[in-house]
C-alpha cells in the first residue's frame, strides 16, 4: 500500500509541475495584482506589482481625498474563487475616512455583476490594517482584459507631517481553486507567495507656512515750514 501511495504522489507532481512552481501553488492558477492610486479618479500610478511596476510615487496634501483601484488577474489555466487579501499601509495617522469596496459602486469596477470584493471585517485605522477577499477571477486573464477591479478612498488626514511617506501594500493570503475530487484531497488550498504583492507610494507635502513679516516705516523729522 506504501508504495502504491508513493507511486500516485509522483504521478500527481509529474503531471502538475506548477505545484512546487512561485507563486499559487496548486491547480494551475497564477494569480498577479495591480493597485493604483491617484487624486482625481483618472490618472493611477503604481509603485510595485508582480509585472510592469510602475516605480512612482504620487504627491498628496492634507485635505486630499485619494482613490485605490485593485486589478486582480489569473494568467493561469484554472480559475480562482474566495480569494484572501491582507492590506496594511504605514504611518495610519496620516490617513482617514477610509471606505473600502463599497456595495454598488467601488465592489465591482470592472462591471460585469458577477464577481466582487469585500471587506473581511472593519479596517483598523489605528494600525492601518483590513483584510477582504474576491469571489474569484477566471483564468487566462491579464490586467488589460477579464480582470477583476475594485476601488477604496481615503482622505489625507489634517495635520500630517510634510515629508511623510505612505505606503500602501496589497497582499494575496489564499484562494480556493477548480481542480479534480482526488486532487483536491491531496491539495485543498492554494496558497500565494511574494509574487502576489503590489504596493503603492504617497508622499505627503505640507510645508511649514512662513509667517509674513510687514516693515516698518520710518518717519522722518519736520525739516521746515508746511505752507
Known amino acids: ?25 496548486s491547480g494551475g492558477a497564477t494569480l498577479l495584482t495591480r493597485l493604483e ?20 510615487t504620487l504627491t498628496v496634501s492634507p ?16 480559475p480562482a474563487i474566495n480569494i484572501a487579501y491582507s492590506g496594511v499601509y504605514t504611518n495610519p495617522a496620516g490617513m482617514d475616512a477610509l471606505s473600502a469596496f463599497d456595495s454598488g459602486s467601488t465592489d465591482d469596477l470592472d462591471g460585469d455583476a458577477i464577481l466582487f ?10 494600525a492601518g490594517t483590513l483584510s477582504f477577499y474576491l ?3 477566471d483564468n487566462g486573464t491579464t490586467d488589460a482584459t477579464g480582470f477583476q477591479s475594485g476601488g477604496m478612498t481615503g482622505r489625507i488626514a ?5 515629508q511623510t511617506v505612505i505606503l500602501a501594500t496589497v497582499t494575496i493570503t489564499g484562494a480556493d481553486i477548480f481542480i479534480a475530487w ?3 484531497l491531496l491539495f485543498p488550498r ?28 520710518q518717519v522722518l523729522p519736520a525739516t521746515g515750514s508746511d505752507r
Open 117 to 126: 470584493y469585500g471587506l473581511s471585517g472593519l479596517p483598523d485605522m489605528n
Open 37 to 56: 492610486v491617484s487624486k482625481d479618479n483618472s490618472t493611477w500610478v503604481n509603485y510595485l506589482a508582480e509585472t510592469d511596476s510602475g516605480n512612482q
Open 158 to 162: 489634517a495635520g500630517t507631517a510634510d
Open 190 to 217: 492554494a496558497y500565494a507567495d511574494y509574487q502576489a504583492t503590489t504596493q503603492v507610494r504617497m508622499l505627503v507635502s505640507n510645508p511649514p507656512v512662513v509667517p509674513q513679516t510687514t516693515p516698518a516705516v
Open 135 to 137: 469571489d474569484g477571477v
Open 1 to 25: 500500500m506504501k508504495k502504491v501511495v508513493i507511486a500516485l504522489l509522483a504521478v500527481v507532481f509529474s503531471v502538475f509541475p506548477s505545484i512546487a512552481s512561485a507563486g499559487f501553488i
Open 63 to 78: 485635505g486630499d481625498t485619494v482613490y485605490f483601484r485593485l486589478k486582480t488577474w489569473d494568467t493561469g489555466d484554472t
Open 182 to 184: 482526488w486532487e483536491k
